[in-house]
């Protein structure tokens, strides 16, 4: 490799990572001690380095503007939905929206027939912590309701949720939405190199268990874009600083379940319906997300 090429990849991983933060190869090391010296591997390495180490597949330009585009039809899905909550409708007619709106945009739903999944979108209502199947219930006034989408466009998968009110939210579901939403929010803020996997989900169940309520364990956070699910997971409960170091061209979702009552689930006969053991408010948000040089860019964008 030519001198100067190499000093302006030893340029752009200085601007990624202070000299004194640790060494994102998983050294232990200061920067300034380890891959910062020549010996060290370069960022060229890292695609492999994270693969070998973590099955970790770092994304390239084009492969984010195609998980990108796929964001963009999970907006058009999550709007489409919003605009159609209301008491009275079935969870099965949220099926029939989202699976017909995604074959219409020669897309293919993710859940449909993953891992035996009958339906085309997840979706949880009031104590249904996630993975839903749609059905015959039928949405009441005051009920939240989450809808999760995952369509596939081009081979690229981008994943998200949201919870809905269903008519007037008494203060129970409000304080719920409220905080699964905060907990998505101060998730994604953790997100820049040089941090860990485990500084999101410290922060997350920090604020989540602070307000009064619990983090889920059994469902976490994913890698996501290629397939479904990816390595690394992505708990959203844990200890700052430990977990894998994140690097630019990463892409995974921060998807907390936050439950008003206990954290404990127990899955019903039906293999795939997860609810809460004590019957408490369950609530999420999901974003599909890409590690940038200095933070993190949503791939589906809905203000939080
Ligand atoms: N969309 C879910 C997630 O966020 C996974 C659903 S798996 C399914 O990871 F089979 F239920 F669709
Ligand atoms: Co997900
Ligand atoms: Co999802």
């Given at each position: 490799?030519?001198?100067?090429?190499?000093?302006?990849?030893?340029?752009?991983?200085?601007?990624?990572?202070?000299?004194?933060?640790?060494?994102?190869?998983?050294?232990?090391?200061?920067?300034?001690?380890?891959?910062?010296?020549?010996?060290?591997?370069?960022?060229?390495?890292?695609?492999?380095?994270?693969?070998?180490?973590?099955?970790i597949r770092l994304k390239e330009n084009r492969d984010i503007e195609g998980i990108k585009k796929t964001g963009q039809l999970v907006l058009e899905l999550l709007q489409l939905v919003k605009n159609?909550?209301?008491?009275?409708?079935?969870?099965?007619?949220?099926n029939t929206l989202v699976h017909e709106f995604t074959i219409k945009n020669n897309a293919v739903s993710a859940p449909l027939n993953y891992r035996g999944?009958?339906?085309?979108?997840?979706?949880?209502?009031?104590?249904?912590?996630?993975?839903?199947?749609p059905g015959k219930r039928i949405?009441?006034?005051?009920?939240?309701?989450?809808?999760d989408v995952t369509p596939i466009l081009n081979g690229y998968y981008a994943d998200a949720n949201q919870t809905f009110f269903v008519g007037s939210p008494g203060s129970e579901a409000q304080k719920i939405v409220r905080v699964a939403r905060e907990s998505l929010k101060i998730g994604r803020s953790?997100?820049?190199?040089?941090?860990?996997?485990?500084?999101i989900g410290w922060a997350i169940q920090?604020?989540?268990?602070?307000?009064?309520?619990?983090?889920?364990?059994?469902?976490?956070?994913?890698?996501?874009?290629?397939?479904?699910?990816?390595?690394?997971?992505?708990?959203?409960?844990?200890?700052?600083?430990?977990?894998?170091?994140?690097?630019p061209g990463m892409v995974f979702t921060i998807e907390p379940m936050i439950n008003l009552g206990r954290k404990e689930v127990i899955i019903l006969e039906d293999n795939w319906?997860?609810?809460?053991?004590?019957?408490?408010?369950?609530?999420?948000?999901?974003?599909?997300?890409?590690?940038t040089q200095n933070g993190y860019e949503s791939l589906t964008?809905?203000?939080?």
């Open positions: 490799m030519e001198a100067k090429t190499k000093y302006k990849i030893q340029r752009d991983m200085d601007d990624k990572i202070g000299r004194n933060d640790p060494c994102p190869c998983g050294s232990g090391k200061k920067y300034k001690k380890c891959c910062l010296l020549k010996k060290g591997p370069k960022l060229n390495d890292y695609k492999d380095l994270y693969l070998q180490t973590y099955r159609e909550i209301k008491p009275g409708i079935s969870t099965d007619y949220i999944f009958p339906k085309s979108v997840c979706v949880s209502v009031n104590e249904v912590v996630c993975h839903g199947i949405l009441r006034d005051g009920d939240i309701v989450n809808v953790m997100v820049r190199p040089g941090n860990t996997i485990g500084d920090k604020y989540a268990e602070g307000e009064g309520c619990s983090v889920v364990r059994e469902f976490v956070g994913h890698g996501v874009g290629f397939e479904f699910h990816e390595p690394p997971e992505v708990p959203h409960y844990g200890i700052k600083g430990k977990g894998i170091r994140l690097i319906t997860v609810v809460t053991a004590d019957g408490s408010l369950s609530a999420q948000f999901e974003q599909t997300l890409v590690v964008p809905f203000d939080l």
